[in-house]
């Protein structure tokens, strides 16, 4: 389920000022849709500022088992580590490009949105790339983070660990 409201264009000056605005507008008026209709975590993953994250490693784990960890935050608000486990759940990637060795991504915007009696977070990066995670349940556990982490997500040079084979 590739991003509806935030696409590539949205990020990229591709589209109107007018048309800009109707997307973000959008966004947030799903947002506010799908919010009473969130449990099993889900209702503290709408809540979280993914935009400017860097991912550390993301990966499908086990079959039905997707683990996310990133840098989130700035220099106003501090940094602090995500920490996600989704359950009942299947990485899809979605733009060709993600997870190329010695790219840090950073994580642009995310929706969330209901799809067959399932919760799809959907994420899409800088400079390319798209995926979304189909979940039934999602723990979320935040650790303090420093400037100097995402300094050193930026300089690593080794294959990034979402490149890891299941």
């Keep these: 389920m590739p991003m509806r409201w935030l696409t590539r264009e949205t990020f990229t000056g591709d589209l109107s000022e ?3 605005d109707e997307r973000g507008r959008q966004w947030w008026e799903s ?3 799908v919010r009473p209709l969130l449990h099993s975590g889900a209702e503290r993953l709408i809540d979280v500022n993914v935009h400017d994250g860097i991912i550390d490693s993301l990966r499908q784990v086990e079959p039905d088992l997707v683990e996310l960890r990133a840098l989130i935050g700035d220099l106003q608000v501090g940094y602090e580590w995500l920490h996600a486990r989704y359950q009942g759940a299947t990485l899809n990637v ?3 490009g993600f997870g190329q060795a010695g790219i ?6 995310d929706e969330l949105a209901l799809q067959d009696g399932s919760f799809v977070h959907s994420v899409i990066t800088w400079p390319h790339g798209e995926f979304d995670i189909s979940f039934t349940a999602v723990e979320l556990a935040f650790t303090p983070g420093r400037g100097k982490d995402r300094d050193a997500l930026f300089a690593r040079e080794e294959p990034p660990p979402w ?3 299941r």
């Design 104 to 109: 840090a991504f950073e994580m642009l915007r």
């Design 94 to 96: 979605l733009e060709p």
């Design 18 to 20: 007018e048309d800009n």
């Design 163 to 165: 490149q890891a084979k």
């Design 31 to 33: 947002r506010q849709w």
